[in-house]
């Protein structure tokens, strides 16, 4: 696991997360707990809000970058399933905080992001942290990088009406992908998995996520066009 000497009260803060947060939820993998009480979130999100890092809330960086709440996000990354020997491909990546847990507990994480200035930051961070198995690519997350295709993981951080289908394809086989879908403008969202086995998918749902108005999809706008006389 990557090492980074926080300061004692992030520390105390993190740690009062894995209690009171994860465990009494029923978040029990030794992998995961490890991961979230090694990485230090409060990098991952801008100065002004490292107070929030830790709380049971979800933090907004940018309109449509966002950390979930500690919890939806250990639970999702269990639902991912990911090993050792896996190799992640973690799409949306935004600042970084999800490729740098699975990097404690996977064999490589690719990340992908389309903002240049998140890319650059969240690769900063991982090499502060010293995490040397995961980078960060400022590329079109909704493609994918075939290059290196098939993944035992694809993970897509945020929330997406749907998922994009070039991701699914770099699934390899008994692969799995994770993801969270939401109709634009809705407040709840489902944690969706989809399995790749012997060429066929399979799709779930595996829980519900409440969303704020902060992070829901925003909706579509409705067009009226005027008639020309």
């Known amino acids: 696991m990557p090492f980074f000497q926080s300061t004692p009260a992030f520390e105390t803060a993190r740690r009062n997360m894995v209690l009171g947060q994860l465990i009494p939820n029923r978040v029990s993998s030794p992998a995961v707990l490890r991961a979230m009480s090694s990485v230090p979130r409060e990098l991952f999100v801008p100065d002004r809000l490292q107070s929030l890092a830790y709380a049971d809330e ?25 090993g050792e020997n896996d190799v992640v491909l973690n799409a949306k990546a935004g600042t970084g905080y999800t490729a740098a847990l699975f990097s404690g507990f996977v064999k490589a994480v690719i990340a992908l992001e389309a903002d240049a200035a998140f890319c650059e930051t969240a690769q900063d961070i991982l090499m502060r942290t010293e995490t040397d198995n995961a980078a960060v690519l400022n590329r079109n997350p909704d493609l994918g990088f075939p290059s290196q295709a098939p993944y035992d993981v694809v993970f897509v951080d945020g929330i997406v009406a749907r998922p994009p289908e070039a991701l699914i394809a770099q699934l390899a086989d008994g692969g799995r992908m994770v993801y969270v879908e939401s109709k634009p403008g809705a407040l709840s969202a489902k944690a969706g998995k989809i399995v790749k086995k012997n060429g066929v998918l399979s799709f779930t749902f595996a829980f519900d996520i409440a969303l704020n108005a902060e992070i829901r999809l925003p909706e579509y706008k409705n067009f009226v066009f005027e008639e020309v006389s």
């Open 58 to 82: 979800p933090v907004v960086i940018r309109e449509g970058t966002f950390l979930f709440e500690p919890l939806v996000a250990a639970r999702l990354i269990l639902l991912a399933d990911a």
